[in-house]
């Protein structure tokens, strides 16, 4: 039995109801938060031309405060906290007014223009800001805020004044690590570090988590099995979270996952992976289109190109010179050729909105094989196990529409069409302009 396989035809119905009534809430809700930013920012504009007015170049600080507490009176909170909005709402407002009219008419949520603006901050020129804004805002009207923050920050780089090698060295003198009192006996412990380190690290946290939730990896025995009167099916209860935070204090503390691993050293032995896609001019030296990082972040050509050269194999993606569609993926190594093809496509689970990266997701066939689905790539996408569960045991449906598009059909009947995300690639058009999404 699956979750609303007994619902009645009004009760669907009231769904589908509810669900518009709640779209035009959101829209509602973004437009008045847009109208509120824009009164800050008048607010903090005022504040400004009073302070223009003054003799003493302090009193811009003055007529800020002034402003703000006359804003925090009437709404009974702080004025440190309304002194911020107002500068935070000035900075969107000024600099990417194109995203602020956007969410004013409804178009984006404040989610959307926040990682749009965020992606964006270090953009200088005023023209480069709004052809920035202007593709970034069509591609957020259909997907979700952590989609939309990954897609903003590759296309803010192709409006970057300054190289990202240039830029990563500057940012890496700003490497640290910090702690943080959070109360209860608990404190945070923050990194800042080069993103493909960072994230190697952190892959392998994950790898060491995940096996050490395994029956086998239990500490100090060689198998539960093994244990008098064990039960086969024990195993760690902590979650992967709470096995990470462990796992990176063992490794802090004594350099080894001493009070986690294996006699034979299993965990220690395992190294963390990342992904990067590197187009390959770039990968030449021909090109500046930065490298991609697990399909999240651009990283500079110089460690993708260290890493290209340290690797034992790497997969070939190949796309179209116009489009940028994937085509095909191939290797230098032998492997399975179908799930390099879906990684490399897919990038994450391809529910609408969802963002888990493809190595977190299974391999599920849309058409169940057991009932003759074909092992193909049109027949198979990556589904986190959420979205995956909700496939197999509730009315929402999907259906391959070629080339990797996939439309999914909820229990109201609304379609919702989820592409594949666009390669990180160069393209090539008659007029040379910006490559399309």
């Keep these: 039995m699956t979750a609303?396989?007994?619902?009645?035809?009004?009760?669907?119905?009231?769904?589908?109801?509810?669900?518009?009534?709640?779209?035009?809430?959101?829209?509602?809700?973004?437009?008045?938060?847009?109208?509120?930013?824009?009164?800050?920012?008048?607010?903090?504009?005022?504040?400004?031309?009073?302070?223009?007015?003054?003799?003493?170049?302090d009193r811009g600080e003055m007529s800020a405060r002034t402003v703000a507490a006359e804003f925090a009176a009437a709404l009974r909170v702080s004025d440190r906290t309304v002194q911020r909005r107002m500068a935070d709402a000035a900075w969107v407002v000024e600099r990417f007014p194109l995203v602020w009219e956007a969410q004013g008419a409804g178009r984006l949520s404040a989610a959307h223009a926040r990682v749009v603006c965020e992606a964006g901050e270090h953009l200088e020129d005023a023209a480069s800001r709004d052809a920035y804004a202007t593709q970034m805002i069509a591609f957020a009207e259909t997907e979700s805020p952590a989609r939309?923050?990954?897609?903003?920050?590759?296309?803010?780089?192709?409006?970057?004044?300054?190289?990202?090698?240039?830029?990563?060295?500057?940012?890496?003198?700003?490497?640290?690590?910090?702690v943080k009192d959070v109360g209860d006996g608990m404190t945070q412990l923050g990194l800042l570090g080069p993103s493909a380190l960072v994230h190697g690290a952190f892959e392998r946290l994950t790898q060491m988590a995940k096996a050490v939730q395994e029956p086998e990896f239990l500490p100090g025995r060689e198998s539960v099995q093994e244990q008098s009167g064990a039960d086969a099916s024990a195993s760690d209860q902590r979650t992967i979270a709470q096995l990470r935070a462990d796992l990176t204090l063992d490794l802090l503390l004594t350099g080894a996952p001493a009070a986690h691993d294996t006699s034979e050293g299993l965990l220690a032995?395992?190294?963390?992976?990342?992904?990067?896609?590197?187009?390959?001019?770039?990968?030449?030296?021909?090109?500046?289109?930065?490298?991609?990082?697990?399909?999240?972040?651009?990283?500079?050509?110089?460690t993708a190109r260290r890493f290209a050269g340290a690797a034992s194999g790497w997969d070939r993606i190949l796309t179209h010179p116009i489009?940028?569609?994937?085509?095909?993926?191939?290797?230098?190594?032998?492997?399975?050729?179908?799930?390099?093809?879906?990684?490399?496509?897919?990038?994450?689970?391809?529910?609408?909105?969802?963002?888990?990266?493809?190595?977190?997701?299974?391999?599920?066939?849309?058409?169940?094989?057991?009932?003759?689905?074909?092992?193909?790539?049109?027949?198979?996408?990556?589904?986190?196990?959420?979205?995956?569960?909700?496939?197999?045991?509730?009315?929402?449906?999907?259906?391959?529409?070629?080339?990797?598009?996939?439309?999914?059909?909820?229990?109201?009947?609304?379609?919702?069409?989820?592409?594949?995300?666009?390669?990180?690639?160069v393209t090539f058009t008659e007029d040379h302009a910006a490559p399309p999404f």
Excluded at 340 to 367: E, K, M, N, W
Aim: proline letters at 5%; one cysteine or more; aromatic letters at 4%.
């Design 4 to 57: 609303l396989a007994d619902a009645t035809l009004e009760q669907v119905d009231a769904l589908g109801a509810l669900t518009e009534m709640l779209v035009e809430v959101e829209r509602t809700i973004s437009s008045m938060q847009a109208a509120r930013d824009g009164i800050l920012a008048l607010g903090s504009r005022l504040a400004i031309e009073v302070a223009e007015q003054a003799e003493h170049p």
């Design 269 to 302: 032995a395992i190294r963390g992976s990342v992904s990067i896609t590197v187009p390959v001019a770039t990968l030449m030296g021909d090109d500046a289109t930065p490298a991609e990082l697990n399909g999240r972040t651009p990283i500079d050509p110089a």
């Design 323 to 425: 489009t940028g569609a994937l085509l095909a993926v191939d290797r230098y190594r032998p492997g399975s050729d179908l799930k390099r093809h879906l990684s490399a496509r897919d990038q994450r689970c391809r529910f609408p909105t969802c963002g888990y990266a493809s190595i977190d997701c299974d391999v599920d066939h849309h058409h169940d094989a057991a009932l003759g689905g074909a092992t193909s790539e049109s027949n198979l996408g990556h589904l986190c196990r959420r979205h995956h569960m909700l496939k197999h045991h509730s009315p929402w449906a999907v259906e391959s529409l070629g080339g990797g598009v996939y439309a999914w059909t909820s229990p109201t009947g609304k379609i919702y069409v989820d592409r594949p995300p666009p390669q990180n690639t």
């Design 148 to 178: 939309v923050g990954r897609m903003a920050r590759r296309v803010a780089e192709r409006f970057q004044a300054r190289s990202i090698d240039e830029r990563h060295l500057d940012a890496r003198e700003k490497r640290s690590v910090w």
